[in-house]
């Protein structure tokens, strides 16, 4: 049974910055300096300083990955239900609209049909402004779908990841997808279709744990996060400080964890030479 449907200070004041000065800016989440936002995103959104690769849309995605307007997206109309009738702080009815309105999506997961230099591909991404991209049953669904199609038309699929994991107001719902979306991998390997995953800053939880980590190919963006526990919670279980870089996507090719690291301004590229070698 499928569980988806959709303060003042005394002293002499100082004026603030305005909003456009203020925006003009970005903290970088890696190297920690303020670096000018239009450099930044000249840069296809990546750090100027330590190249870190800051977070994009859902449709900066789609646009850097795929060919120009071949990308067409499929199953817009799943949205989840609330089966668990999930409350803490507010209802999980309540966060669903929320998020929906913010974001104009269903869910976190898209997924479609695109080409890639001319190549047709099946598509999925996720998406972390929903709810940190959190894999729930509309998302296991989705990506099975996806997955059988790819299969059905032997069509690669490509999964780009950027995830806090699953999501805890559908509990045992939400773990159940990880087996799920595992399954359809699996298919996928029977069948000789070729998957390939691109891990985002960040990727954790049970979407690390299953289909992430389970790719033909599995390819990272530079410095990216990449894990099942934060760091910060690892080091409070352990009793132990972790190595510098713990999690980033260097210190996971080094151990063996990826294949590939690929700046986003060649990813397009790189995809494209494994599709053609696959």
Known sequence: MAWFKKQKSAAQPVPS?????EGMWLKCNHCREIVYRKEVERNNKVCPKCDYHFPITVS???????DLGSFKEWE???????????????????????QQEKTGRKDALVIGEGQVNGRRIVLAVFDFGFMGGSMGSVVGE???????????ARLPLVLVTTSGGAR???????????????????KLG??????????????FGGVTASIAMLGDV?????????????????????????????????????????????????????????????
């Open 142 to 152: 989705k990506f099975c779908r996806a997955a059988a199609r790819a299969q059905a």
């Open 168 to 186: 805890m107001q559908e509990g045992i719902l939400s773990l159940m997808q990880m087996a799920k979306t595992s399954a359809a991998v699996a």
């Open 60 to 66: 900066e995605r789609v646009a850097l990955l795929t």
């Open 218 to 278: 599995i390819i990272a963006e530079p410095k990216a996060l990449i894990g099942f526990a934060g760091p910060r919670v690892i080091e409070q279980t352990i009793k132990q400080q972790l190595p510098d870089e713990f999690q980033r996507a260097e210190f996971l090719r080094e151990h063996g964890m990826v294949d590939m690291i690929v700046e986003r301004k060649h990813l397009k590229e790189a995809l494209s030479t494994l599709l053609s070698h696959l």
């Open 76 to 98: 817009t109309d799943l949205e989840p239900l609330d089966p668990l009738q999930f409350t803490d702080t507010r209802s999980y009815k309540d966060r669903l609209k929320a």
């Open 17 to 21: 910055r305005s909003k456009s000065v």
């Open 190 to 203: 029977e069948a000789r279709v070729p998957f390939i995953t691109i891990l985002a800053d960040p990727t």
